[in-house]
């Protein structure tokens, strides 16, 4: 498997768009503690943190070597996801939000959308259809994962079912990775190749760098990491939407956005 070379790093500012991930309390805990995360929805690791809502999500699950179980939880709790005594080994959350809205303003903000997230053949497809640059309403949902790390952290991340996803080929808390780690993209039943891979790494001081890549033609793509710093990356699907669902929203896009949160313990 070739690695993916970095097409471009800029240090963190503001973007065009927004991420929902599961931020943690901590990556790696005692089998004894309590998986306590948030569902933050922002930018750049700063955003605001969601309460639990059923109403909100299609799915919420922890997927460990013990196996599988939705993650409960009382109306408005916050941080949404409470999990005492969880098993040992590599726990993944997995997040699937109901489909929600936007209505964009103006084109140049759909254009700033379009260019961050490399959405490749948008404007193509947009002027088939018989679109002018003029805003429109779009539906999306989100699909959010994160690597836990409950005492030895062993264990492997899989495909889990979400119609987009990421999933980790490496273990950031058992397996070396001072080559980076190994991610593959997947929508629907194939992997995603050649389009971008969006990272966000945030320094033990607080800095967060933002990094592009490009994942190869079997959808997977190599990210250098460091001790010490937590991540997330992120992609997006631009599709048009089935009939019902656009006539629900009143939307002529739909995106679906694959996210990602794991760390890299500091020894």
Known sequence: MRTLALTLTILA??????????????????PDATVMAEIVNGTDFVGQSLPYLPQQFVLFKNYTPAGTADVAGRIGDRPAAQIPTPPEGL?????????????????????????????????????????????????????SKSLIAVGNGQGADARTGLET????????????VSDGMRFQLWYQDAPRANVRFEVFDMAPDGTVTQTFYTTDDQGMVTVPVQPG????????????????????F????????????????AS
Do not use: C
Request: charged share 20%; net charge negative.
């Open 229 to 248: 710093y937590a991540y997330m990356a992120d992609a997006v699907v631009i599709r048009e939407p089935d009939p019902a669902l656009a006539e629900q």
């Open 13 to 30: 500012g503001p973007v065009s768009a927004h991420e929902l991930w599961l931020a943690p309390e901590s990556y790696t805990i005692a």
């Open 91 to 143: 726990n993944v959350l997995a997040y699937q939000s109901v489909d929600n809205r936007v209505d964009y303003d103006d084109w140049d903000t759909i254009a700033s959308f379009v260019e961050h997230k490399d959405l490749t053949g948008f404007y193509d497809a947009h002027a088939a259809r018989g679109f002018t640059e003029e805003p429109f309403t779009e539906v999306y949902s989100r699909y």
């Open 165 to 176: 996803e990421i999933v980790a080929l490496t273990n950031p808390y058992t397996d070396d």
């Open 250 to 265: 009143g939307a002529i896009w739909e995106t679906l956005w694959a996210n990602m949160t794991w760390a890299v313990p």
